[in-house]
């Protein structure tokens, strides 16, 4: 399993935006990834995945405000976030599986970062 690493979190105020990056140590390209989180108190939930192939899905709470993108030559996985909201304060994971297809389950992923707080001002 590859190791993973994320950066980009931080402070932010409602109605702003962040990239989050999640950096492997080997090749991911044979790998579905994905982004969960964690909120206080709350399990950690499916926020984002992209297929072997590019194929994208979004929890319903993130639709049309956070963008997944991978680029399989470095070895990177993005998580763009835009018009961000205080209950999307957590700690976000980055998450991969080498099978080509996400799945919305914690327990089908065997690489995972150590994730990176975003915390959202209202």
């Known amino acids: 399993q590859v190791q993973l690493v994320e950066s980009g979190g931080g402070l932010v105020q409602a109605g702003g935006s962040l990239r989050l990056s999640c950096a492997a140590s080997?090749?991911?390209?044979?790998?579905?990834m994905a982004w969960f989180r964690q909120a206080p108190r709350k399990e950690r939930e499916f926020v984002s995945g992209?297929?072997?192939?590019?194929?994208?899905a979004y929890a319903d709470s993130v639709k049309g405000r956070f963008t997944i993108s991978r680029d399989n030559d470095k070895d990177l996985v993005f998580l763009q976030m835009t018009s961000l909201k205080p209950e999307d304060t957590a700690v976000y994971y980055c998450a991969g599986r080498n099978r080509p297809f996400v799945s919305l389950s914690l327990s089908e992923y065997g690489s995972w970062g150590q994730g990176t707080q975003v915390t959202v001002s209202s």
């Open positions: 992209i297929s072997r192939s590019g194929g994208e």
């Open positions: 080997g090749h991911i390209r044979s790998y579905a």
